[in-house]
């Protein structure tokens, strides 16, 4: 279990991070929301240790994890990015072998030595996002999509409690997003990883995420499953958005309970 407890952030005396309080369960995915500058992005920071909060702490299954326990070598977070990350000139294998290298010596490291058992575990990773073919492939052989699973694999075989995403579909096209977020949701809930997953498109948040949280001026404003959120809440969390598209994605029960749907709602199928 991932407790994020009284997070606060400031850069500069600027207010990022306000007071985070967050309880993730194994094998739960969950969607932030935001508006760019919420301090999507520094939450995941603060929780994967590459950032020291001002205060408030994470504990992931009872123990602290924090800027020392990440420098110790401690991997029980996993990140993938916008940008997919991989080592260009490396080989897709290699690259998953990443998610490996705290466990071995840095002369292991260095020669790209692996043992056999890391070597099975990243082919097992590989073959979960169905690119085992790819293992001998040059990382900038492969399309975006494939690139973005290919970080997933390299997740796994980190053999995380939690997956941290930050933007993960950010530069894909549609299809292909909601291929790379059926991966990691699958993987969330076969091997009880818990997710927590920076996104700004709420179409796919309202698809994918079983929980989603909004975060705006670095509070938490909304924190339920997607049924529940209603076009208001959007636009509590994403202030002076014009986009008549948001009313399509949302259930109509909750459309239903806000009358500021309506002349949203018209608009888009008009
Ligand atoms: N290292 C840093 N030094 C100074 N300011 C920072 C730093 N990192 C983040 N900030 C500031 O904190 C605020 C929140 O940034 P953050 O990257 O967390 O936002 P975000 O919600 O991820 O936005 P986006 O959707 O654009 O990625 C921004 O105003 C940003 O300029
Ligand atoms: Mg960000």
Not at 3 to 28: M, W
Not at 57 to 70: A, Q
């Amino acid at each position: 279990m991932i407790k994020i407890e009284g997070l606060k952030k400031s850069y500069a005396g600027r207010p990022v991070l306000q007071g985070i309080d967050l309880t993730v369960e194994p094998g739960e995915f969950l969607v932030v929301l935001g508006p760019s500058g919420a301090g999507k992005s520094t939450l995941l920071r603060c929780i994967n240790g590459l950032v020291q909060p001002d205060a408030g702490r994470t504990l992931i299954d009872g123990k602290v994890f924090d800027t020392k326990s990440k420098a110790r070598g401690e991997q029980p977070v996993a990140m993938i990015f916008q940008h997919h990350n991989l080592v260009k000139r490396l080989s897709v294998l290699k690259n998953v072998l990443v998610g490996r290298m705290a466990g071995l010596s840095s002369i292991l490291t260095m020669l790209q030595l692996f043992p056999k058992r890391d070597v099975e575990i990243a082919m097992e990773a590989l073959a979960r996002v169905e690119l085992p073919h790819k293992a001998n492939s040059r990382g900038d052989q492969l399309s975006g999509g494939e690139q973005q699973r290919v970080g997933i694999a390299r997740a796994l075989a980190q053999q995380p409690a939690v997956i941290l995403c930050d933007e993960p579909v950010a530069s894909l096209d549609p299809k292909t997003s909601r291929i790379v977020l059926g991966y990691l949701k699958a993987i969330c809930k076969e091997k009880g990883i818990a997710v927590i997953c920076n996104l700004h498109q709420v179409d796919y948040a309202v698809e994918f995420g079983e929980r989603i949280v909004g975060l705006s001026g670095g509070k938490v404003v909304f924190d339920d499953t997607p049924d529940h959120l209603t076009a208001e809440i959007v636009h509590q969390i994403y202030p002076g958005l014009e986009d008549p598209g948001i009313g399509r994605v949302l259930k109509p029960r909750a459309a239903a309970r806000q009358p500021i749907l309506a002349p949203l709602v018209a608009t888009a199928t008009a």
